[in-house]
């Protein structure tokens, strides 16, 4: 029987798993290994996750679980993502979907985030989480690698209300050199799917030499969809299987994105301590209308927020951010 969550399709049963290791045939179909265990669960500001226009300041109950469908050379999180879920399990913990969301609100927390690992290998636990989120009107968003099905990622927008969308590469050259997929059609798929219903900010961490001198394409491939969705470009600190690569070099990045600058409106570009380029502009008069501090690989943080209206101080311009005018009111920056 095939898996289809997302789009290696891996044929399951007799004793064979898939990429991920996370899904295995039984007498009713697919089923998911390890439901309701998890890595991580922690709390985290929700500009460190990163997410910039869903709910700035706001504190996120962050979760994860094991298990990837990629094999990224360069994985900061390959101990998690890339080890065999197996052995994971002894040292995972195991909370309830009920358990979960009422840790987060005890916790003080205004959202759900999945992070640290891909949720497509985890997705009825998700599902079940989702459900239980809604019920007490807590939003759910999710850091995923985009290589989901059609079908799955219909299920994708049943849980998760706000995306990451990591677009790592275009060329097929890199792809399968760096992160061992044939295509990246299937990730552009979803993000034009996502893009229409849901909240959605695109990273693309920079490993120079191997995928810089497709900048300016992928800034394309995004204006083409929406030239105010949010793209987060990442200094990228190899690990996994790079841990000798040599860092990105900033200037070199930051010239890289003049063109994207022009058609995009918010460029971003961090993962180095005391970056310029994490503030948010207004697109029409360039104020300053969300100002952040870069903190490094410890994540950013929210300094002042100026747009509580979601409209530019200085001259109006209305500035796309994910949440209602009562939670800007409300909502208070946390430490």
């Known amino acids: 029987m095939r898996c289809n969550y997302c789009e290696w399709r891996c044929e399951l049963g007799n004793n064979r798993l898939g990429v991920c290791k996370m899904y295995a045939e039984d007498d009713d179909g697919i089923k998911e290994r390890f439901p309701n265990k998890w890595c991580t669960c922690g709390i ?7 997410f910039y226009h869903a709910y700035p300041g706001s504190r996120s109950l962050t979760v994860g679980t094991s298990g990837c469908n990629f094999n990224c050379k360069y994985c900061s999180n390959g101990f998690i993502a890339k080890e065999d879920p197996e052995l994971l399990q002894d040292r995972m913990l195991e909370y309830s979907p009920k358990e979960l969301v009422g840790m987060a609100k005890k916790l003080g ?42 079908e799955a990622t219909e299920l994708l927008c049943s849980v998760f209300s706000f995306f990451n969308i990591g677009l790592k590469g275009l060329s097929e050259r890199f792809n399968k050199d760096y992160i061992g997929i044939p295509s990246a059609e299937p990730v552009l798929r979803t993000i034009k799917r996502l893009a229409k219903t849901a909240h959605v900010e695109i990273v693309t961490p920079v490993i120079q030499s191997a995928n ?17 969705i949010p793209w987060h470009v990442f200094r990228l600190l190899p690990e996994h299987d790079m841990k000798e690569a040599k860092y990105p070099n900033i200037d070199v990045i930051n010239n890289a994105l003049k063109i994207a600058r022009t058609e995009l409106a918010h ?9 310029d380029w994490v503030n948010t502009l207004c697109p029409g008069c360039k ?21 509580h209206d979601k409209h530019c101080p200085e001259c109006g311009r209305e500035i796309k951010l994910l949440g209602k ?11």
Request: glycine fraction near 8%; proline fraction near 5%; hydrophobic fraction near 35%.
């Open 44 to 50: 985290s500001r929700i500009e460190s996750i990163p």
């Open 109 to 150: 927390c205004h959202n759900i985030v999945f992070n640290v690992n891909e949720p497509t290998v985890s997705l009825p636990t998700m599902i079940e989480v989702g459900k239980e989120a809604k019920a007490q009107g807590i939003p759910m968003g999710c850091l995923t690698n985009g290589y989901t099905t059609e």
């Open 212 to 228: 810089d001198d497709e900048l300016d394409a992928i800034s394309d491939f995004i204006a083409g969809i929406d030239p105010e």
């Open 267 to 275: 460029v971003y570009f961090h993962n180095f301590v005391g970056s």
């Open 287 to 307: 104020s300053v209308v969300i100002e952040r501090f870069s903190l490094g690989c410890g994540g950013d943080k929210l300094h002042r927020f100026l747009c």
């Open 325 to 335: 005018k009562t939670e800007w009111n409300s909502m208070e920056v946390q430490s």
